[in-house]
C-alpha cells in the first residue's frame, strides 16, 4: 500500500505537524515533533512522495526572494518571500526557513522523494480563492472536500497544511502537479 507524508514546519518551540495518508485516509497525525521525529516517521512509513510547506532553498545572494515564489504569487496566491541566506540565518523571523532546510538535508539521505509545497496554493488549486473566509473556515472546508476517511473531528491549521501536502506528494506521484520554481503544486480541482 502505497502512503505519503505531509510535514508543516514551525520553528524550533512550534516543530513539526506531519500527516501520514493513504489512497483514502488519514492514517496518522502528529505534532510537535522534532526533525529526528519526522526523519523517523519518514523511515518507518517508507513514503512515495514527503511533502515539505517550506523553501528548501535560499534566494540567490542579494535577492530577496526567489523566482518560483514571484511566479507563484503572479499565477496562484501570495506567498511570503524567501530572501538570501545571509538574511534568513541574520533573523528570528525566518527560523521556520531553517528548520524546513535542516529537514530536506536530513531526509535527502533516506530514498523518499520530497518535494516542496506550499499548502495555501494547494487550497487555491482545490478550492478556489480563500475570498472573505477566514483561512480556518476556508481550509476546513477544503479538508471535508477532499473526501479522505479519519480525519479527526477538530484540527488546527497546521494539520490541515500538513493533510494539505501529503495529498500534493500523492497528486505529485499520479502526475497531476507542476513545479513552478521548487514548489510543487496540483494542477487542477481535487
Same mark, same amino acid.
Given at each position: 500500500? @502505497?502512503?505519503?507524508?505531509?510535514?508543516?514546519?514551525?520553528?524550533?518551540?512550534?516543530?513539526?505537524?506531519?500527516?501520514?495518508?493513504?489512497?483514502?485516509?488519514?492514517?496518522?497525525?502528529?505534532?510537535?515533533? &522534532?526533525?529526528?521525529?519526522?526523519?523517523?516517521?519518514? #523511515?518507518? +512509513?517508507?513514503?512515495?512522495?514527503?511533502?515539505?510547506?517550506?523553501?528548501?532553498?535560499?534566494?540567490?545572494?542579494?535577492?530577496?526572494?526567489?523566482?518560483? *515564489?514571484?511566479?507563484?504569487?503572479?499565477?496562484?496566491?501570495?506567498?511570503?518571500?524567501?530572501?538570501?541566506?545571509?538574511?534568513?540565518?541574520?533573523?528570528?523571523?525566518?527560523?521556520?526557513?531553517? *528548520?524546513?532546510? @535542516?529537514? #530536506?538535508?536530513?531526509?535527502?539521505?533516506?530514498?523518499? *522523494?520530497?518535494?516542496?509545497?506550499?499548502?495555501?496554493?494547494?487550497?487555491?488549486?482545490?478550492?478556489?480563492?480563500?475570498?472573505?473566509?477566514?483561512?480556518?473556515?476556508?481550509?476546513?472546508?477544503?479538508?471535508?472536500?477532499?473526501?479522505? *476517511? +479519519?480525519?479527526?473531528?477538530?484540527? +488546527?491549521?497546521?494539520?490541515?497544511?500538513?493533510?494539505?501536502?501529503?495529498?500534493?506528494?500523492?497528486?505529485?506521484?499520479?502526475?497531476? &502537479?507542476?513545479?513552478?520554481?521548487?514548489?510543487?503544486?496540483?494542477?487542477?480541482?481535487?
Amino acid at each position: 500500500m @502505497a502512503v505519503w507524508v505531509g510535514v508543516d514546519v514551525g520553528g524550533k518551540r512550534k516543530g513539526f505537524d506531519v500527516a501520514v495518508i493513504d489512497d483514502r485516509r488519514v492514517l496518522a497525525l502528529q505534532g510537535h515533533l &522534532t526533525c529526528r521525529q519526522v526523519v523517523d516517521i519518514v #523511515f518507518e +512509513n517508507r513514503p512515495a512522495v514527503v511533502a515539505i510547506d517550506s523553501p528548501r532553498s535560499y534566494a540567490p545572494e542579494g535577492r530577496a526572494a526567489r523566482d518560483g *515564489e514571484l511566479q507563484l504569487a503572479r499565477s496562484i496566491c501570495r506567498i511570503r518571500w524567501t530572501p538570501d541566506a545571509r538574511r534568513v540565518r541574520g533573523s528570528a523571523y525566518y527560523a521556520r526557513i531553517l *528548520e524546513g532546510v @535542516a529537514l #530536506f538535508g536530513a531526509l535527502a539521505s533516506h530514498g523518499a *522523494e520530497v518535494i516542496e509545497v506550499f499548502p495555501t496554493a494547494s487550497w487555491t488549486r482545490w478550492h478556489d480563492k480563500r475570498g472573505s473566509q477566514s483561512r480556518a473556515a476556508w481550509t476546513r472546508q477544503g479538508l471535508a472536500a477532499l473526501g479522505l *476517511e +479519519n480525519v479527526p473531528e477538530r484540527t +488546527n491549521q497546521d494539520q490541515r497544511d500538513a493533510i494539505a501536502g501529503a495529498m500534493t506528494a500523492r497528486q505529485h506521484s499520479l502526475g497531476l &502537479t507542476e513545479t513552478i520554481g521548487d514548489i510543487v503544486v496540483p494542477i487542477g480541482r481535487w
